[in-house]
Structures are given as C-alpha cells and as structure tokens.
C-alpha cells in the first residue's frame, strides 16, 4: 500500500490547530476518565483503530477499568456507568451520528441537567476534537503505535 500524507509533516500549522483543540480540554475542567470515555465511544462509531488504541491505552492510565471499557459500546446494556456519563455518551453518539438526524432534545437536555456551562463547552469540544482526529486517522491511514 502507498503511504499516504503524514499531516505534521506536510502542514504542522494545521497539525498544531488540533494540538490546541487538545491543550484547551487538558486544561478545562472536565473529568478525565469523562474525557476518554468520550474519545473511546466516538473513535468505536467511527471505527478508528489508531484512535481506540491510544485512548483505551489513556483511559487506563486515567484510572478507568478494563471492564468498563469492554462494555462502553454496549453502555445502554449495564448499570456501570453513571447518569451523567450515560447523558455525556448519548450527546458523543449522537453528534458523532449527526448526519443521520440531530441531536434530540431530550439527549441535548439529559446532558445539560448533568453538566455545568462549561462542562457542557469542554464536552462539545471534545466531541467535535475527537471526531476531527477519527477522520484524520482515517483518511491518512495512520498506523498503531
């Protein structure tokens, strides 16, 4: 197979662009096990290999359990999780799907009665972060670590 572009490379302006994305939600006040449950849930949907390995590979460093990662594509199915990770879960599949119908407002209001104005800002961003990163993963081939 060809390799294809390595973005660093060919435009590190717009690889730093996503890096800020990532300092801005390392430095906001969202939980981190949240964050990464986040980042693992839309890199599954989308299929991101590079991006599930890394972040599964984070959640655990962060203190998630390895149980809970195997059951976080079946989250609706268990009662390990919590009301506000299960509201955070169902806006990060439902943006991540947004193409096939918009976000309801019974998700959009599950979440907002869960978070504050600014966790529910650090929740869009992360979303829409990691989103971004699938979808360059995805596009450029990139190989596991």
């Not at 964050?35 to 991101?48: D, F, P």
Request: include cysteine; charge should be negative.
């Amino acid at each position: 197979m060809e390799k294809r572009l390595m973005l660093p490379k060919a435009d590190p302006k717009a690889y730093e662009a996503m890096l800020g994305l990532e300092k801005y939600l390392a430095q906001s006040e969202l939980d981190k096990k949240l964050l990464e449950l986040i980042k693992n849930r839309a890199s599954q949907i989308n299929g991101c290999a590079y991006c599930i390995n890394m972040h599964v590979r984070d959640a655990l460093k962060n203190g998630e359990t390895a149980q809970r990662l195997f059951l976080l594509n079946a989250w609706r199915e268990t009662d390990l999780f919590t009301e506000k990770e299960r509201a955070v879960l169902a806006l990060t599949e439902a943006m991540t799907l947004i193409a096939n119908q918009p976000v309801s407002d019974e998700v959009y209001e599950a979440a907002r009665e869960h978070l504050t104005d600014r966790e529910f800002a650090a929740v869009l961003m992360a979303v829409v972060t990691i989103n971004g990163w699938n979808r360059i993963a995805i596009t450029t081939q990139t190989p596991l670590d």
